[in-house]
C-alpha cells in the first residue's frame, strides 16, 4: 500500500484535520477555502481566481478552470455541504472573486497562518484540498468519468468521452455522494 504522503508530495486531511477546519469557517476565510476546495476539486489558483459572476448559487454550480483543455471553462456543482459557506463568501467579499485573496501568494500566506493557528499538520500544501476531494470522491464511490470532470482531467476512453451522453444533473447527484468527512 502506497502512503497518500507519499504521492507527489501531497496528502489528503485527515477526519481530524476536517473536523479543526470545519470548526473554523465562520471565523477564518482559509479554512473556508479549503472546506470549499475540499467539497469541489478546485486547485487553489483556480479557486482564488473564481469570479462570482461564474457562481449560480441557484442552480447550483460554479464555472472556471484552468491549466488544461478539460480543465478550462468547467462546471463544477456546488455540494449541499459547501451551499452557504459558498453564498457566505459571495455575501461578504466586495470584490469581483469569491474570496478576498488578492492573489495567489495572500491566499498562501493566510493558508499557512491558518494552518499554525488551527493546530493543523504544516507539510500540507494548498493542492492538498483538491487531493482530499478525489480522496473523498473514491471512497466514496464516484463515477470515475464525474471525478475527470469536476477536477478538469483529460478522459481517453472513445466511448465515454465522445458517444457517452449524460443529463445536466448527473455531475450534481454523483457529488453529493459525498456524505460528511469521507475520508
Request: charged residues 25%; neutral net charge; proline residues 4%.
Amino acid at each position: 500500500i502506497i502512503s497518500p504522503s507519499a504521492v507527489a508530495g501531497h496528502c489528503p486531511y485527515t477526519k481530524e484535520e476536517m473536523t479543526k477546519l470545519w470548526g473554523h469557517v465562520n471565523d477564518n476565510e482559509a479554512a473556508r477555502f479549503v472546506i470549499i476546495q475540499c467539497y469541489s476539486g478546485w486547485r487553489p489558483d483556480e479557486l482564488v481566481k473564481l469570479e462570482k459572476s461564474n457562481i449560480n448559487l441557484s442552480e447550483g454550480f460554479m464555472l472556471g478552470g484552468s491549466k488544461t483543455k478539460a480543465g478550462k471553462d468547467r462546471k463544477v456543482p456546488i455540494h449541499s455541504s459547501i451551499r452557504d459557506l459558498i453564498a457566505l463568501e459571495y455575501n461578504s467579499t466586495s470584490g469581483p472573486t469569491l474570496f478576498s485573496f488578492s492573489n495567489y501568494y495572500a491566499m498562501i500566506y493566510k493558508y499557512n497562518l491558518m494552518l499554525k493557528e488551527l493546530g493543523i499538520d504544516e507539510k500540507h500544501r494548498p493542492h492538498d484540498g483538491r487531493v482530499t476531494f478525489v480522496t473523498m470522491a473514491k471512497n466514496s464511490c464516484l463515477d470515475e468519468y464525474a471525478i475527470k470532470h469536476i477536477v478538469g482531467h483529460a478522459i481517453s476512453d472513445l466511448t465515454e468521452r465522445v458517444y457517452t451522453s449524460r443529463p445536466s444533473s448527473w455531475l450534481s447527484e454523483e457529488i453529493e455522494k459525498i456524505k460528511g468527512v469521507a475520508l
